[in-house]
């Protein structure tokens, strides 16, 4: 798919266009997707609400693009999806009001694609007990977490998409010509700071392993723009963001954001003399929109995880099961068994491949732990002991940056 450029430098358009069309939207269900036929209607029924465009280029469209996966699995499954529901596209609408409205019209599975849904998630399965409810991230159907709620029919899954943001911080760091790298980074929260935490100890050690440096001479900054992508008068633009980081001497970016800016901007600052190269985000396809200085894309792949509780659901067999979803090791891109992956850039060299390619096989076989102590937080406080190795909860609730980055909040 070649996403439209324009459209994401320009969200109020977008608010413009779905703002006229909002009552439609809310009272006839959804999207392309709304239409049913008599066959449809004898189908599994299932709503999709997300927080941005379905054709983003990153976080929203994986989520949709694993919708078609799960019905090319299951024919007997059918999806509908409202997307853009966030402040800057739909004032004042509930995600869980959109989700009152998909249950009404006959979905017997909701699922919230982002972490600023997790109260909408809850009041939507406390209120529709019969239905079967999924957010993606958030912990409230996590015993052994801090936030359980003990609510059945609510579920969680994330894919530890961890270990896919320390291989872009390895191939960043492998790739880096000055030692400077910049990472765009969305909100401040647990899930941000842990990926933000794991790109830069990635970087620290292949900087370190492989090009023989001194860690003390690489330099780690992130900027956080304020939400997932770019709405104007609210957030840092992300274009600029880019752009001061390159014009600063950063010569790698790493995105952390739902939208492509950082690939735009980077085609941009090669047109214009500079030498850069970045990482996208969230997607296998991130490197098209610039291949040639694309060094590669950690992403998620939601359709296996998606298409197994979604068949519970179905069978009656839904328990609300907190599912940190892996990577299959064995294959890291296998559509079918790996919820993270690691899609591979054209700039991407054939050494630092073969670097890339020891550090992965070392992550999936544990004779590389990064999250073994000593490491410290950014204001020196300890995150893990000497020799400590981190627990799940540890890492799931990252509640401070790990020491060695620069960033413009905690």
């Known amino acids: 798919m070649k996403p439209n450029s324009n459209k994401f430098l320009s969200i109020a358009f977008v608010k413009r266009l779905w703002a006229a069309a ?7 269900a959804c999207n392309n997707n709304s239409t049913t036929s008599i066959s449809d209607e004898k189908k599994f029924q299932v709503a999709m609400i997300l927080v941005g465009p379905k054709n983003d280029s990153g976080w929203n469209q994986a989520h949709y693009e694993a919708t078609k996966y799960v019905m090319e699995k299951q024919s007997n499954i059918q999806f509908q999806y ?30 919230f694609n982002s972490d600023d849904f997790k109260e909408e998630a809850l009041e939507t399965a406390k209120k529709h007990p019969n239905v079967s409810v999924i957010h993606a991230s958030g912990d409230y159907a996590w015993k052994e977490g801090k936030n359980f709620k003990n609510q059945p029919n609510l579920g969680n ?37 842990r990926l933000v935490s794991a790109s830069y100890l990635g970087a620290k050690y292949c900087w ?26 609210k957030t840092l633009d992300p274009s600029r963001v880019t752009d001061d980081f390159y014009n600063n001497g950063f010569d790698v970016v790493l995105s952390g954001i739902d939208t492509p800016e950082v690939s735009v901007q980077s085609k941009k600052a090669i047109e214009a003399g500079k030498k850069v190269k970045f990482l ?28 197994d509780q979604i068949v519970k659901a179905k069978e009656g067999k839904f328990t609300g099961e907190f599912v940190s979803a892996k990577p299959d090791w064995q ?18 060299t054939p050494e630092n491949d073969k670097f890339l390619t020891e550090f992965i096989k070392g992550l999936g076989d544990r004779s590389i732990n990064l999250y073994k102590g000593a490491i410290n937080y950014q204001d020196g406080s300890p995150f893990l002991k000497a020799g400590e190795i981190a627990t799940p909860q540890q890492i799931w609730y990252f509640t401070k940056l790990v020491q060695g980055i620069e960033s413009t909040g905690k």
């Not at 294959?331 to 991407?348: M, Q, R, W």
Request: glycine content about 10%; charged content about 20%.
């Open 280 to 307: 996208h985000y969230d997607i296998r396809t991130g490197c098209n929109l610039a291949p040639d200085i694309c060094i590669g894309v950690p992403y998620y792949n939601w359709g296996p995880a998606y298409l």
């Open 208 to 233: 370190q392993t492989y090009r023989k440096k001194n860690p003390s001479d690489l330099k780690f900054k992130v900027t956080w723009i304020g939400f997932w992508f770019n709405i104007p008068g």
């Open 22 to 28: 909002l009552v439609g939207i809310l009272a006839g």
């Open 331 to 348: 294959d890291l891109n296998n559509i079918d068994t790996s919820s993270v992956g690691f899609e591979k850039g054209k700039a991407l």
């Open 157 to 193: 899954i994330m894919p530890q998409v961890e270990y896919g943001t320390m291989i872009a911080g390895c191939s960043a760091a492998l790739s880096s010509e000055t030692g400077k790298i910049g990472y765009v980074g969305p909100l401040i929260n647990d899930e941000t700071r």
């Open 82 to 111: 409202v997307d853009l529901v966030n402040p800057g596209d739909r004032p004042n609408v509930k995600a869980s009001k959109v989700a009152d409205d998909l249950i009404a019209k006959g979905a017997k599975l909701v699922i």
